[in-house]
């Protein structure tokens, strides 16, 4: 799956994914895929991709938005404690999560 | 947590009683003595936010986690008076339209066990059908009330995007999901819908002031004030009195058209059924429907996979063990996803990639911008416009897993509503085989009262 020069996909994309295609969103996704996932998702994301392409069909539509973002001012108020917002990480230390190494 | 232990036992539920699978967790939480709900039980939906109860959304993600918080529904369901009497199964994250893909197993239809009780609210309707609670909330992002209700023969409600507040529920898709009630009548389940609606300062889609870009910019189909939330200028359970005499139903063709016979059979005896109770019905066209259960389905798997980006394993979610932070990520979320959450989470990541972008997501919300024009002008032409909610009958459980477009493709009826953020009801108009057939009502924005008239006349 490589985009095209002109920013595009062309119409001869849909239907056309192959296993490593469906690793390299997995990666952008962060998601591992076995080989028989990876095989198996190729083959139906070409039926629901191709699906989709009649969505080239659509004509552009005039819309105006129904909810605009709304902020609201920025003011210091409670929140969860320290200890609530660590209690559902698999791991922490000291009061912080802990993640994994940035190698 | 390893590899082999982090798929929970998907026997879960089945030995405790629970004969349908309906229950995630069993625990009660009382309301106060006093309310409109006093003495009324509710289960609800494992993606509503319990503090000090498992909230798991029917994933191994979410093993365990235990919000530090209530949901506003919740907290609004105990003032009421309601005792919660659990949380309910449903698919992954809300993913699915049969409640085959929660990690804990599949829940059964009590109407017929063989079959799905549909989905992803399928243990909020099942709790309902098989009378483990007096009332239950599920969330509808796609249908996903309406669906269940129309397969377990009670009734759903999917509000007015910005009538219910989404605070503390687990997002899936933002733009489209609302929570909403499930009840065994047209009445009880307005009654829920009478507590748990209103504007929430910590939601701000619940803002209802035109002046500020609020919800009231969107509509005049409610009768308030500029300034006034609808639900606190309206009693919803008061709007179930049956009274249809001289209400236009609007039949969208293209709606009826793609549903098997027997269901339309039973939609066109209820159609008749309120006609002679003084209705009048009018043909009506949707010619974009043809194009929304794709834009749906781009919109919402583009939402899933930036929603689900949180579930990385360190601040909640399956620890991925060592190694860099990006393979320690991938490897939480092999683990913790279920197969339909990855299929969305991958699609939707794609259809967002570089030199996609404009071929699907653009063009999907171009097809939302039509969709939404399109049920303006029907709705002008009719108060209320009816459909079969689901256009097949319940599906037998392991029928459907294996192929997702023929899963997606079931949603034809009941995603248009969400696209185009208008309120609808479901409720049951009949029976083919001992198979419950639901009655689809879809109102103006904020026109809760119409489609609760509207379906409580078909109940009496």
Known sequence: MTATDDGGASDADAGVVDPDEVRHVADLARVDLDDEEAAAFAEQFADVLDYFAALDEVPEVEDEPDLVNVMRADEVRDGLTQEEALANAPDSEAGFFKGPKVS | ?460
């Open chain 2, 1 to 460: 947590m390893s590899a082999d232990d982090a798929r929970p036992d998907d026997t879960a539920g089945s030995d405790d009683g629970d004969e349908f699978n309906v229950f995630l967790s069993r625990e009660t939480v009382a309301g106060d003595d006093e309310g409109p709900l006093a003495g009324k039980t509710v289960a609800v939906k494992d993606n509503i936010s319990t503090a000090g109860i498992p909230t798991t959304c029917g994933s191994a993600m979410l093993d365990g986690y235990v919000p530090p918080y209530d949901a506003t529904v919740v907290e609004r369901l105990c003032e009421a008076g309601a005792t919660i009497v659990g949380k309910t199964n449903m698919d992954e994250f809300g993913m699915g339209g049969t409640t085959e893909t929660s990690a804990y197993g599949p829940t059964k239809n009590p109407v017929d066990p063989e079959h799905v009780p549909g989905g992803s609210s399928g243990g909020s309707a099942a709790a309902v059908a098989a009378g483990e609670a007096d009332l239950a909330l599920g969330s509808d992002t796609g249908g996903s009330v309406r669906n269940p209700a129309a397969f377990c023969g009670v009734v759903g409600i999917k509000p007015t995007y910005g009538l219910v507040s989404r605070y503390g529920l687990v997002a899936y898709a933002n733009s489209l999901e609302q929570i909403g009630p499930l009840a065994t009548t047209v009445e009880d389940a307005a009654a829920l819908l009478d507590a748990i609606a209103g504007p929430d300062e910590h939601d701000a889609t619940t803002r209802y002031d035109a002046a500020e870009g609020g919800a009231a910019a969107v509509s005049d189909a409610a009768d308030v004030p500029d300034d006034v939330h609808p639900a606190d200028a309206t009693e919803y359970a008061a709007a179930a009195d049956g009274d249809v005499d001289g209400m236009t139903i609007g039949v969208p063709t293209e709606l009826v058209e793609g549903a098997d016979d027997a269901v339309v059979d039973v939609f066109e005896d209820a159609l008749a059924d309120l006609e002679a109770r003084g209705a009048e019905t009018v043909e009506v066209s949707l010619p974009s429907v043809e194009h929304a259960v794709q834009a749906y389905y781009v919109i919402a798997m583009s939402e899933a996979s930036s929603n689900l980006a949180r579930f990385d394993g360190v601040r909640y979610g399956i620890d991925g063990g060592e190694g860099n932070w990006n393979e320690s990520f991938a490897r939480s979320r092999e683990e913790g996803f279920g197969d339909e959450v990855k299929r969305r989470v991958l699609l939707g990541t794609y259809a967002l990639s570089a030199g996609y972008h404009d071929k699907y997501y653009k063009k999907a919300q171009d097809a939302r911008a039509w969709v939404k024009q399109d049920f303006d002008e029907a709705l002008a032409e009719a108060d209320v416009l009816a459909t079969p909610t689901m256009p097949v009958l319940p599906p037998k459980r392991g029928e459907s897993l294996d192929d997702p477009l023929s899963l997606y493709l079931m949603d034809a009826n009941t995603v248009p509503v969400n696209l185009a953020n208008l309120p609808a009801i479901s409720v049951p108009a009949g029976e083919v085989e001992g198979l419950p057939v639901g009655m689809q009502f879809v109102g103006p924005a904020f026109g809760e009262e119409t489609v609760i008239r509207a379906g409580s006349a078909v109940e009496e």
